[in-house]
């Protein structure tokens, strides 16, 4: 019968179990695990196994549909008319990539001033903007 030391490095090696996991299982500190490992040089062959963490920004829903329609309008124009990628349209409206890409999936919630700037890279006053409507897709 294997004993615990076994069992633990197992867990650890194999089974991507975190030093604390293994602590909690077997009645032992974290530290003596880590020791325990360090002692027989036990490398990993799989990857800790991650709980939790933030969601993709795909698996978040929009805000609204007007923030999920704006953000549609926002990647036509950006993708189809101006063939610009993140970075450089998120430059025009003075945003990072990170939160253009969120006012595209209509995750971010616009401030009166960066509709007025969306309105005018789009061509449409705000009233324009913000009516709700089925959103037509240029082809070409």
Not at 56 to 80: A, F, W, Y
Request: charged share 25%.
């Amino acid at each position: 019968m294997p004993s615990w030391k076994d069992e633990a490095i197992e867990d650890f090696r194999v089974r991507g179990k975190s030093y604390q996991e293994i602590a909690d299982k077997y009645g032992r500190s974290r530290h003596s695990i880590i020791r325990l490992m360090k002692i027989n040089n036990v490398q990993r062959t799989t990857p800790v196994a991650r709980k939790g963490g933030r969601p993709k920004s795909e698996d978040i829903p929009p805000l609204s549909d007007i923030h999920k329609q704006i953000g549609l309008q926002m990647n036509v124009h950006r993708t189809v008319t101006l063939g610009l990628n993140l970075t450089d349209f998120g430059a025009q409206l003075g945003k990072s990539c990170v939160v253009t890409k969120a006012m595209e999936l209509g995750q971010y919630d616009f401030t009166l001033m960066d509709l007025w700037k969306i309105g005018e890279m789009l061509g449409q006053d705000l009233t324009e903007l913000m009516t709700l409507r089925q959103l037509v897709v240029p082809s070409g």
